[in-house]
């Protein structure tokens, strides 16, 4: 089992930057990938950004250039640098986990509301 949290959301204004974290627990593997992907009210979960332990990125197209992933293996942390927020970032933003070796079981974290709103 692994645990994720999440922490770093809010109500930021557009234009402006907000980082999240996320810290996993439990039984990590090495070969892993870790991420975020984000759900709008009335939208599907979409991908925001996954990196895997080896240090390979995959973005969604539209945030490339405005968000950056990164991590911390030691210390099984991701985290998510947003800046030239816009209202359509809104949503809540969830970690995910996932182990590159059998079984690829992927775990959620609880997510985080980021709001961008004047």
């Known amino acids: 089992q692994v645990q994720l949290v999440e922490s770093g959301g809010g109500l930021v204004q557009p234009g402006g930057s907000l980082s999240l974290s996320c810290a996993a627990s439990g039984s990590i593997s090495n070969l892993n990938v870790m991420g975020w992907y984000r759900q709008a009210p009335g939208k599907q979960r979409a991908l925001v950004a996954i990196?895997?332990?080896?240090?390979?990125?995959n973005y969604a197209d539209s945030l490339k250039g405005r968000f950056t992933i990164s991590r911390d293996n030691a210390k099984n942390m991701v985290y998510l640098q947003m800046n030239s927020l816009k209202p359509e970032d809104t949503a809540v933003y969830y970690c995910?986990?996932?182990?590159?070796?059998?079984?690829?079981?992927?775990?959620w974290g609880q997510g985080t509301q980021v709001t961008v709103s004047s």
């Open positions: 990196m895997y332990s080896t240090g390979n990125t």
């Open positions: 995910t986990y996932r182990r590159l070796i059998a079984p690829s079981t992927a775990y």
